[in-house]
């Protein structure tokens, strides 16, 4: 059932029009899903935890908690690529097209527990995956930033709970992956 909400609720923001690209006053999250949970002051350390639910909500791999000034930098979580749904439907973000298959519940969620002036969050994987990121202001999709197989979204981001998926190219392949999420530029 938390799935297939999780689903219709990205599917419906989608539809309502809500596509922003990451910026300096756009980039805030809504609910998300779980795994690893827990807070930090500024310049604490993260928290983070295994599948389940945290205060944004449930996932598949895990959640993180970061403010700005978290140590050690980078951080990351990790997990297994892809899913039942075409993330094609989705459409075009303002950060490239959605591609590959995703799964229908959020991956991860991430918690930000205050603004970054910037945030990095690649994906490093020894497949192509793509990366999906929902937040309240809007949705973003990466593949092969760079040039690379490894998607990444960087830019300013607003507290707030993100959901994010990490997709396949192929519907039925799983690779497994590593998120990573830094501040440095």
Known sequence: MHREFALFSFLTLVAGGCIVRPG???NTS???????????????????SGGGSSSCGASNFGSISLTTG???????VSGTSGGATDATA?????TGPCRGWIASQPDHTMTLGSSFD???VSGSSSDDTTLVIRGPDGMWCSDDEGGDRNPRIA?????????IWVGSYEQGDNSAYQL???ERR
């Not at 989705?90 to 303002?94: A, F, I, R, T, Y």
Request: charged content about 5%; proline content about 10%.
């Open 155 to 163: 830019g300013a981001w607003v507290p707030g709970c993100y959901q």
């Open 118 to 120: 910037f945030l990095a």
């Open 30 to 48: 809504q609910n998300a899903a779980t795994g690893t949970s827990g807070s930090n002051g500024s310049g604490g350390a993260p928290t983070s």
């Open 90 to 94: 989705l459409g075009e973000s303002q």
């Open 180 to 182: 990573s999420f830094t």
């Open 70 to 76: 978290f140590m050690p930098d980078p951080q990351s």
């Open 24 to 26: 300096p006053d756009t």
